[in-house]
């Protein structure tokens, strides 16, 4: 690469990551900088698709787009590899096989999973966290009914899943466990009714932010499926197999557990000394990191700060996609000694999936949907990052057309 110009290196192949390496790419012309792009594997991942591979409804392949099938080769050099730690002061990434230096630095190494200090959180529950994590749920699902097929017993408890934290990710998992927990009942002989599904949350309600109405549909629509909600409870301990709730200490056997109940930034963040709150960066306006005019941090790593309310945005794609664009805007500005953006966040609604036909959410000015309109936003949304990253070809090959 060309040492005269600036060195630009994304880490992470995220939402945020992909979208800005995307953009510059577009927005950079090959004599102005060398860009870098590090992840582990060489596939990127729809991360909101990752609740439908864990519950069986796709296909994991379904949800893997090849990076090097939509980033640029020519422009971009893809590093497969693993970051270890960030040496801001010598302005260099530590990898697993090597090292790389930099001149800017974006940061898109998505999320670890949060405990909270639960015991036996970390041990014994599985987490919906990557492809390979989301397959292992899915394949542990169907060896429990096996077992409860083949096996002596009274052992219903292996038909019992729990599933922690009743907010976004955990509610649309639930909601594909209500459509193909009937198809492994057919597969394997058993009736439905011994099937447990049981969403666990701490909060009063499950999917905090979103309005009364919404949540009601929602509960409604899980509960005719069989889905059970036991909500301002409390996990306090998770065994092997069962997890122990509220100020009662009831204990639930299952065969599965599933903790979708809280997400913080990669652990590298805290490694490589950035201050952190609530295990996130609090970025400027600009997005980058305090202290920092080289470094931004993006999507599931940083917090950005909502003015009106003065609380941050919720992590989701849709954040994450807006601050790619950003970032990739305000690094064409660095480069040419012009003034920086702020973020300024374009709520354009968010719709939960519940399965199958089922969905519920808003859209542009808070207008409700519910049912298969919803669904159709849902998979109009997906396809729409689909389009912006790959375009029409990208769609046909992996998008989602028909609302159910």
């Known amino acids: 690469m060309n040492d005269n110009k600036p060195k630009i290196v994304v880490l992470g192949a995220g939402y945020a990551g992909m979208m ?136 219903d408890e292996l038909l019992t899943i729990i599933v922690g934290g009743g907010g976004f990710t955990g509610i649309e998992f639930v909601g594909e466990l209500a459509e193909k927990v009937p198809e492994l009942c057919s597969k394997y002989d058993i009736p439905r009714q011994k099937v447990r599904v049981v969403n666990i949350e701490a909060a009063p309600t499950i999917l905090p932010g979103f309005d009364q109405e919404l949540i009601d549909y929602a509960r409604n629509s899980l509960e005719s499926r069989g889905i059970e909600f036991k909500t301002g409870m409390m996990i306090k301990e998770c065994k092997e197999d069962s997890v122990v709730v509220g100020e009662d200490e009831e204990e639930i056997k299952a065969g599965t557990i599933v903790w979708t109940g809280g997400v913080q930034a990669n652990a590298i963040i805290g490694k490589s000394g950035f201050e952190l709150t609530k295990g996130k960066v609090n970025v400027n306006e600009d997005l980058r990191a305090p202290g920092y005019d080289d470094i931004f941090v993006l999507g599931d790593c940083s917090w950005v700060m909502d003015k009106e309310s003065g609380r941050p945005y919720p992590p989701t794609a849709q954040l994450a996609m807006q601050e790619a664009d950003i970032c990739a805007n305000n690094l064409r500005a660095l480069i040419h000694g012009e003034s920086l953006e702020s973020f300024v966040f374009d709520n354009k609604g968010t719709v939960a999936s519940l399965g199958g036909k089922h969905a519920m959410g808003t859209v542009f000015e808070g207008k409700k949907l519910f049912g298969v309109t919803a669904k159709a936003m849902k998979n109009v949304i997906d396809d729409r990052y689909l389009f912006l990253l790959g375009g029409p070809l990208l769609v046909l090959k992996k998008g989602k057309f028909r609302p159910f």
């Open 20 to 155: 800005t390496t995307k953009r510059l790419t577009q927005k950079l012309r090959p004599e102005e900088a060398d860009i870098v792009l590090i992840n582990k594997h060489n596939y990127h991942y729809q991360t909101t698709w990752l609740h439908e591979v864990a519950a069986g409804t796709i296909d994991d392949n379904r949800s893997r787009i090849m990076i090097s099938d939509v980033i640029n080769t020519n422009r971009v050099q893809l590093l497969q590899d693993t970051v270890v730690e960030i040496n801001r002061d010598e302005k260099r990434v530590m990898l697993e096989n090597g090292e790389v230096d930099y001149d800017y630095l974006v940061i898109g190494l998505g999320f670890e999973k949060a405990t909270f200090g639960i015991p036996g959180m970390e041990e014994n529950a599985f987490t919906i966290q990557s492809v390979d994590k989301s397959r292992m749920i899915r394949e542990h699902i169907e060896y429990q009914f096996a077992r409860y097929k083949n096996e002596d017993g009274d052992k």
